[in-house]
C-alpha cells in the first residue's frame, strides 16, 4: 500500500518536533501531541507538520517531517513546502490565524 501524506499546519510545535530538537514542549494542545504520535504509529500514513516558529528550520525522519515558518509572509515558504511534499490531505488546525487563511489560498492555487 502507498503511504497516505497528511501535511498538518498548526500554531504550535508538536512535542515530537521538540523532542527531535531537544527543545522545551509546550504544555498546551495536548490533542495535536495525541493525534501526532498516533498517526506516527501507521506505517502507511506519511506525516508532515508546519508550524510557526522565530526560525525557519525543517527536519524528521523517512515516513515524518516537519517545517517551521515566520508567521507574517508566510505565503511563499508555505507554497515551496507544499509543492515539495505533494500531500493527499493539508489539514488546517486553529481557522482563527492569519497563517491558516494563507495555507487556504495556497491551496486553492495549488489544487489541493
Not at 503511504?3 to 527531535?20: A, E, Q
Not at 522565530?54 to 517551521?68: A, R, T
Not at 509543492?83 to 490565524?97: A, C, L, Q, S
Amino acid at each position: 500500500m502507498d503511504s497516505l501524506k497528511i501535511t498538518w499546519v498548526c500554531n504550535k510545535m508538536p512535542t515530537k518536533v521538540s523532542l527531535m530538537r531537544n527543545r522545551q514542549a509546550d504544555s498546551f494542545g495536548g490533542w495535536i501531541d495525541w493525534t501526532c504520535e498516533e498517526l506516527s504509529k501507521k506505517k502507511y500514513i506519511r506525516l508532515c507538520v508546519l508550524f510557526p516558529d522565530d526560525l525557519e528550520y525543517e527536519g524528521g525522519d523517512k515516513d515524518f517531517s516537519y517545517y517551521s515558518f515566520h508567521e507574517k509572509n508566510c505565503m511563499a515558504r508555505i507554497k515551496s513546502i507544499l509543492k515539495r511534499e505533494n500531500p493527499d490531505i493539508v489539514h488546517i488546525w486553529g481557522t482563527e490565524f492569519s497563517h491558516t487563511n494563507q495555507t487556504a489560498k495556497v491551496c486553492q492555487a495549488l489544487g489541493l
